[in-house]
């Protein structure tokens, strides 16, 4: 049952352990919490359509660069980022709403001294992250992007 408030306190919310980004990236310097829904397979499976995480990425670490089907929305909550999408990298600070499309290659670093957060929402049945294709590193690493990004900060998700 999915509560309706779910409080949030100094180090987190309500009832939501933070997990590591995936059980195979215990150090990777990202943590999500999961505060509204989880992953479905199908979408007549009982809970909410959406799913509200949060990300805190710590001083040097980055998410995951990965592409999939679906697209999300993310706004930052706290400190400084970088927000890569193709081949750019736009600077990124409290408030700010990040698109990211359909199958566009895309990561958020952390451009700052503090942690940096921010909440990303996505469908409840989705499909799983890509890891980029050789052709995608090369094109990122040929770009302005490529001077931010940081291709293997997390390791790529469990094949399911």
Same mark, same amino acid.
């Given at each position: 049952?999915?509560?309706?408030? +779910? &409080?949030?306190?100094?180090?987190?919310?309500?009832?939501?352990?933070?997990?590591?980004?995936?059980? /195979?990236?215990?150090?990777?310097? !990202?943590?999500?919490? +999961?505060?509204?829904?989880?992953?479905?397979?199908? &979408?007549?499976?009982?809970?909410?359509?959406?799913?509200? &995480?949060?990300?805190? !990425?710590?001083?040097?670490?980055?998410? &995951?660069?990965?592409?999939?089907?679906?697209?999300?929305?993310?706004?930052?909550?706290?400190?400084?980022?970088?927000?890569?999408? *193709?081949?750019?990298?736009?600077?990124?600070?409290?408030? /700010?709403?990040?698109?990211?499309?359909?199958?566009?290659?895309?990561?958020?670093?952390?451009?700052?001294?503090?942690?940096?957060?921010?909440?990303?929402?996505? /469908?409840?049945?989705?499909?799983?992250?890509?890891?980029?294709?050789?052709? /995608?590193?090369?094109?990122?690493?040929?770009?302005?992007? *490529?001077?931010?990004?940081?291709?293997?900060?997390?390791?790529?998700?469990?094949?399911?």
């Amino acid at each position: 049952m999915q509560r309706r408030v +779910t &409080r949030a306190h100094q180090r987190g919310w309500e009832g939501v352990e933070p997990a590591g980004y995936t059980p /195979d990236a215990p150090g990777s310097g !990202v943590a999500r919490h +999961t505060i509204v829904g989880s992953r479905k397979r199908d &979408r007549g499976e009982p809970g909410p359509a959406m799913e509200l &995480r949060y990300f805190e !990425v710590q001083p040097g670490a980055a998410s &995951r660069l990965e592409k999939h089907e679906h697209e999300h929305y993310v706004i930052v909550r706290t400190g400084l980022g970088y927000a890569i999408i *193709g081949d750019e990298a736009t600077e990124i600070a409290p408030n /700010d709403v990040i698109y990211v499309g359909p199958l566009e290659l895309h990561q958020f670093v952390n451009r700052g001294n503090e942690p940096f957060g921010f909440y990303c929402f996505v /469908d409840t049945c989705r499909d799983f992250s890509q890891e980029p294709t050789p052709e /995608d590193l090369a094109r990122l690493e040929a770009s302005p992007a *490529g001077a931010v990004a940081k291709p293997f900060a997390v390791p790529p998700p469990v094949k399911r």
